[in-house]
């Protein structure tokens, strides 16, 4: 059994001009956002065994500010650049070469591929992936290599915990 969870970034205001877009920051409602996702995520009691994210200054602020709150060590957290601005090809590629020593691993990223791959990956049809959004899908499978199309466990975003 393999699950993976896709969160979106959580929020980061638009309309910084000297900064470069990878490099745009979480505004207040997203830590805020981050915090709450955390800690509902905490409640399922789940064993998070490999976390990677996308450089991206915002998906990384999210991956720590989750990972403290399920007692994740941040500095195990996995850093891939190439997450931002990815395809869904590259990260179907990223998640069959995941260790199979891992059985849950969260992935952080950004829209639309994570909105898209979530679909791909559990056959479900997804109107809206907010920030800071988190989908879990369970495959029954051993390797990560063997991912075609799994089940959706849950999707949840702070919209709902307001």
């Known amino acids: 059994m393999k699950k993976i969870i896709l969160i979106r970034h959580a929020e980061s205001p638009f309309g910084y001009i000297k900064i470069k877009d990878f490099d745009r920051p979480l505004n207040e409602t997203g830590i805020s956002e981050a915090n709450l996702m955390g800690n509902q995520i905490k409640k399922y009691k789940m064993k998070v065994d490999c976390i990677i994210t996308s450089g991206a200054n915002r998906a990384f602020n999210t991956s720590s500010i989750i990972a403290n709150c399920i007692c ?68 029954d499978l051993s390797s990560w290599s063997e991912i075609i199309k799994g089940k959706k466990e849950f999707m949840i975003y702070p919209d709902l915990f307001k």
């Open 72 to 139: 994740y060590n941040i500095k195990k957290i996995k850093i891939d650049d190439n997450i931002y601005n990815s395809s869904t090809d590259f990260m179907i590629n990223l998640i069959n070469n995941i260790s199979d020593d891992y059985k849950t691993v969260m992935i952080f990223g950004h829209n639309p591929t994570l909105h898209h791959l979530s679909q791909i990956l559990s056959g479900e049809i997804i109107i809206n992936f907010p920030t800071c959004t988190m989908y879990s899908i369970i495959f």
